[in-house]
């Protein structure tokens, strides 16, 4: 009776398992940039896109969520109306979103 079974002669490492690793790393990145970097970058030209073609009358939200009417554009700068006669700045990137007219009086 044989307490110790017989050891099997594994394979010796060939190209197929050196090259495997290689492939599972690139099929990471991959993954990684189709589902991460890739919508970020989208994401970031809309939003560049829509703090440069902001003009006065332009209804918007900030990321603080105030909305406001746009009176003046600067370059770094803001001018927001958020009530009657009441006007703030604000950063022009902090503008998150453009909304439809009549937004503030529907509000």
Request: net charge positive; no cysteine; charged share 20%.
């Amino acid at each position: 009776m044989n307490l110790i079974s017989d050891a099997w002669a594994q394979a010796a490492p060939g190209p197929t398992s050196q090259v495997m690793p290689l492939l599972m790393m690139g099929a990471f990145v991959a993954v990684f940039y189709f589902l991460l970097i890739r919508p970020q970058q989208k994401k970031a030209r809309e939003h560049q896109a829509l703090v440069a073609k902001l003009a006065a009358g332009d209804e918007v939200v900030t990321n603080g969520g105030m909305l406001g009417r746009v009176t003046e554009v600067g370059e770094t700068f803001v001018t927001l109306e958020v009530a009657d006669g009441v006007r703030i700045k604000v950063q022009r990137f902090q503008i998150a979103s453009l909304m439809p007219k009549g937004t503030l009086k529907s509000a």
